[in-house]
């Protein structure tokens, strides 16, 4: 690899590391070419994407980065997931480590803040962006649909209380 296209990954990786919610390290070693692959397909279905690079190469493009914390967990032979959503990427990275003791994640970063193991498994249990947009639609809308229901009331209690009265009236 010369000099310009290794200047070019580390501009790509700064570009990954600046723009990410959430940036996981993990080892791979011993995955095998399927294994990845599957990896790289449950990431790009959830919005995120994996990336193996030099550490060292890495280490440059963090300098500066809110996620300069990870720098330090790039040892070895390592991967980078990450995705703009601040919980996909480390979903999909729990969820494959669980099912493949191959994959194992070190930590990352979310937000600035360095990520051990435990807060990446932590990031992985929020609810998705999408999820959170759910929820707050159905706070919002919740209340409307209780104003609604008070006012329609009273004229349906007066409908059936003039219903009972005609039907002992009859």
């Given at each position: 690899m010369d000099r310009a296209q290794k200047?070019?990954?580390?501009?790509?990786?700064?570009?990954i590391f600046e723009s990410s919610g959430v940036v996981v390290v993990a080892h791979y070693a011993g995955l095998t070419v399927a294994e990845m692959q599957d990896l790289r397909a449950k990431m790009r279905d959830a919005g995120g994407a994996v990336r193996v690079a030099k550490n060292r190469l890495a280490k440059i493009a963090l300098e500066g980065t809110p996620n300069e914390p990870v720098g330090d967990l790039l040892n070895g032979m390592t991967v980078l997931a990450y995705s703009v959503d601040p919980v996909a990427a480390a979903k999909v990275a729990v969820e494959f480590a669980k099912t493949?003791?191959?994959?194992?994640?070190?930590?990352?970063?979310?937000?600035?803040?360095?990520?051990?193991?435990?807060?990446?498994?932590?990031?992985?249990?929020?609810p998705s962006r999408e999820e959170l947009l759910a929820q707050i639609a159905s706070c919002i809308g919740a209340p409307a649909s209780n104003i609604a229901g008070a006012i329609g009331a009273p004229a349906s209690n007066i409908a059936s209380i003039l219903s009972t009265i005609e039907e002992k009236a009859a």
């Open positions: 200047e070019q990954v580390v501009d790509e990786l700064g570009q493949n003791e191959k994959l194992q994640i070190l930590g990352g970063a979310m937000g600035g803040e360095g990520l051990d193991v435990a807060g990446v498994e932590r990031v992985s249990k929020m």
